[in-house]
Structures are given as C-alpha cells and as structure tokens.
C-alpha cells in the first residue's frame, strides 16, 4: 500500500484536502481522532493524564477536559512534552494497527498536525503540506472557531514555521483561493501521482521516465528533493543506510537533466541483492538488467553496480548501490566534490553540456556522447585531489 503523510498548520485547510482525498479513495486515519481515542473513559492513557496533572483535568462526566489540560500544558515545554509521551506511543500503535487492516492496494493517509515537528516525514512514501497565508489562516481561525486574533496567532505561532514544512513536502497545495480551487489541486495530484504511485511501488517498478532528453538550468529545489528521498531511504533501511546526492543536481548553478542521481554504498553486490526488498518496499525499486561504471584510469575496466529507480511519478531518480571502495564509487564523489569546488571545471561541463544538447535528442546518446569529457574530468579530478588532499566523504575542498 502507499502511505502518504498529510500536515499543514492550524488554519491551513488540512481536514478539507483529508475530506477530498476520501471521497476519491483514500483511507484517512486521522492522528487527532487517534488521540481523542486513546484517552476515551476507562482507558489507561486517561488514568496516566490523571495521574500526572491531577483530577482538575476532568470534566463532570470523567472525560478529559481538553480546555483544561491545555492550560497546564500551553507554554510548558516540560509538561507538554510528559503529555505527548503517554499521547504518542499510544496513537502510533493505534495508527500501526489501522494500517494493517487497509487493503493491499490501499493509499492510506494519515492526517497528522505535528508530522514535521515530530520528525515523521521520512516513514511516508510521500509527504503532503497544505499552506495558507498567515493573514487567512487566522480569519479562518477567528470566524470558523471562535479565537480571537490573538489566540490564533498563538496557536499559529506554537507549531513549527512554513519553511520547515516546505523542505518536508513532496507535494504542497495552496489554499488560499477557495474550495473548488482546492479541490481541483487535490484531484489532479489523486490522479496524476497517488494511483500511479500507489501501482508502481505494489508491481515494483520505477516510474517511466522517457528517452528524450532535456537538460536544464540549476534548480535550488534539488538538494531539498535529494535529501527527502535519502531520508526515506535511511528510514527503510536503518543505521546501515550511507546514501548521498551525486551527478549533476548535487552541484550548484549546474545545469542537468532533471534526473536526482543518489548513490547507496555496500559493502558487496551480495548485500546490494539482499537489500532490494527492502529499497522497493519504500519506493525505490530495482531495475532490471546488467548495470557497470566506467572504471575511469583503469583502461578498459568496468566495475558492476546495482541500479534502482523510484516509483514515485513526481521525481525522477536514479539510485547507484555500488561497493564503498570501487572505481566508480570513488569518482561519483570525486567529480562531484571537484565541480562543486573549482569554478572552471563547472563552467567547462556546463558549456560541453550545452553543446552536446544541441547534437542529441535523447539520453542514451548523450551519455555515450560525454564520455570524452568524463575521461578528462577523470585526469583533472584526481590531480585537484593530489593537490589538495581530498579523500572520499571529506568534505569538498
């Protein structure tokens, strides 16, 4: 199934896009029906909040008195987190077990307010961000739930800022012109990304990525895009995951097919083949076929790799699970580090890039095409590294 992550901030129009998503399809599990949940009467979630702030925190029917509990907890980081650590564990199992129970073709989103101030963005396939402006948010806020301005601006104020929600989204929808607009954006990202993702990561296959070519300028966007998917991989694969943004997104002001080449080192092919399973499970399955680097400086020499895709129709991704150590795992991050170091070097590539673009029209042709230039980046990369000392994973010179 695909998991999606849903957030945004008070005010933002979340429970709308949570709404719209289920009457496409969607399995919605919302984090804060969870959490009224787990401390219903005769639960022991509600006999820890007791314990720990007191009877006072009780309305006359023995429920939780929310107004109440909030008082104790707004503005004490000490409490509020007490509060969160009987709260949390109880809804994630809770969460846990209403994902199991959805089919296997299910796309399950889970509407959870706090999923960038929890650190969750990486255990979803995908992450979806609802944003408002400000001013909106806190009219919406004040008409619709009855706080003053201040109040909102409070509460607005209390979770964490857009800019951090940003570089947590795959996917962000703007909320600031209406429902049907809003819906509208819902429909299309359902359609053009959710089914398509949702498919391709149960047949275990990388979203088509085409044949022609297209090379473009520099995007500040793609260190950000990057370092979600190599979260995502981390998550999946735990402590053992060394991943890193390579190729020709990971440079700045270089222009590059808009295609994110990460890299994942093993030690051996073998445990590259053990960990396929799981690298697909999380939306990067693998390609088929025979994969090799260029052995650079070893003439005639090729050294095998494993290579990978993405299920997601919103990036696209070439994942190299190659040997820490070997040739071509070596130059990855060696012409990474020498392009992003040495002006000239970038500007020579940006200019052969350019002019190789104009005499082919598809990817294939083009790679086989720049190999004269990767064998005199080869040469130069390595005297800069001489020169200077450099040694793969040290920081870029």
Avoid at 101 to 122: K, Q, R, T, W, Y
Avoid at 265 to 273: F, G, K, N
Avoid at 298 to 326: E, F, M, Q
């Amino acid at each position: 199934m695909l998991r999606v992550g849903l957030t945004g901030g008070i005010g933002a129009g979340k429970s709308a896009v949570a709404r719209r998503l289920a009457e496409r399809g969607a399995v919605i599990i919302d984090a804060d029906v969870l959490a009224r949940e787990v401390v219903r009467p005769g639960t022991d979630g509600l006999a820890e909040i007791v314990a720990l702030f007191g009877t006072g925190v009780l309305n006359t029917e023995g429920e939780l008195d929310r107004p109440a509990l909030g008082a104790k907890v707004f503005g004490d980081e000490e409490a509020r987190r007490s509060l969160e650590r009987i709260i949390h564990p109880r809804v994630r199992a809770r969460t846990a077990e209403l994902t199991r129970a959805a089919a296997a073709d299910a796309i399950v989103v889970n509407d959870v307010p706090l999923l960038v101030e929890a650190g969750l963005a990486s255990s979803y396939h995908l992450v979806i961000v609802v944003m408002a402006d400000r001013e909106l948010r806190i009219d919406r806020l004040t008409r619709l739930r009855g706080m003053t301005a201040a109040e909102a601006a409070a509460r607005i104020d209390a979770q964490t800022d857009d800019e951090s929600r940003r570089a947590a989204a795959d996917v962000v929808l703007t909320n600031d012109a209406g429902l049907d607009r809003l819906h509208a954006q819902v429909d299309l990202l359902w359609r053009e990304r959710l089914v398509e993702y949702e498919r391709n990561l149960r047949l275990r296959r990388s979203a088509a990525k085409g044949s022609e070519l297209r090379v473009v300028p520099s995007d500040p966007s793609w260190p950000q895009a990057a370092a979600r998917l190599i979260a995502r991989i981390r998550h999946g694969l735990g402590a053992g995951g060394e991943v890193h943004h390579i190729g020709s997104t990971a440079v700045p002001g270089l222009p590059a097919k808009d295609i994110i080449d990460l890299m994942l080192s093993v030690r051996t092919l073998a445990e590259a083949d053990g960990l396929a399973d799981r690298l697909g499970a999380v939306g990067f399955p693998r390609r088929s076929g025979e994969w090799a680097d260029n052995a650079h400086g070893i003439p005639g020499g090729t050294w095998p790799k494993r290579l990978h895709g993405c299920a997601d129709p919103g990036y696209r991704v070439n994942l190299h699970v190659r040997v820490a150590g070997s040739p071509g795992w070596r130059f990855a991050l060696l012409m990474r580090d020498h392009l992003r170091a040495v002006p000239e070097a970038r500007e020579a590539y940006a200019a052969a890039k350019a002019e190789l673009a104009l005499r082919h029209q598809d990817r294939a042709g083009y790679a086989v095409a720049k190999e004269p230039w990767f064998e005199a980046e080869a040469r130069a990369a390595d005297d800069w590294a001489e020169a200077t000392g450099w040694q793969p994973l040290s920081p870029a010179q």
